[in-house]
């Protein structure tokens, strides 16, 4: 089992710039393919990126794309999330997740193990 912890979050002003860190402890991340999601006030849960096991292979939402860049660092266990241009809705709680599976999926349901999550606030 994987243990997962995010940080970075914060608040910034809109046109800002952050990165999320997704630390891994328990097993090594290159096991795993990885996801972040996001849930806005009072929305579902919704995708955002996921980078395939390899890493060779990415996918974004279309609300994200040009504007959010996943990667990882296996050597660090570790995946980002570089958020530039933030808009005031871009506010959201920001979770990582592992897929067993390696893929790159944008199905919240699909991905095994989460971490708490990290809070971004973009003021307008």
């Given at each position: 089992q994987v243990q997962l912890v995010e940080s970075g979050g914060g608040l910034v002003p809109a046109g800002g710039s952050l990165r999320l860190s997704c630390a891994a402890s328990g097993r090594t991340l290159s096991s795993y393919g990885m996801g972040w999601f996001r849930q806005r006030p009072g929305k579902e849960?919704?995708?955002?990126?996921?980078?395939?096991?390899?890493?060779?292979?990415?996918k974004y939402a279309a609300?994200?794309?040009?504007?959010f860049t996943i990667s990882r660092d296996d050597a660090k266990n570790t995946v980002y999330l570089q958020i530039d241009s933030l808009k005031p809705e871009d506010t959201a709680v920001y979770y990582c997740a592992a897929d067993l599976n390696g893929g790159i999926r944008s199905v919240y349901r699909e991905y095994d193990y989460w971490g708490q999550g990290t809070q971004v606030?973009?003021?307008s």
């Amino acid at each position: 089992q994987v243990q997962l912890v995010e940080s970075g979050g914060g608040l910034v002003p809109a046109g800002g710039s952050l990165r999320l860190s997704c630390a891994a402890s328990g097993r090594t991340l290159s096991s795993y393919g990885m996801g972040w999601f996001r849930q806005r006030p009072g929305k579902e849960r919704e995708f955002v990126a996921a980078i395939s096991r390899s890493g060779g292979a990415k996918k974004y939402a279309a609300s994200v794309q040009g504007r959010f860049t996943i990667s990882r660092d296996d050597a660090k266990n570790t995946v980002y999330l570089q958020i530039d241009s933030l808009k005031p809705e871009d506010t959201a709680v920001y979770y990582c997740a592992a897929d067993l599976n390696g893929g790159i999926r944008s199905v919240y349901r699909e991905y095994d193990y989460w971490g708490q999550g990290t809070q971004v606030t973009v003021s307008s």
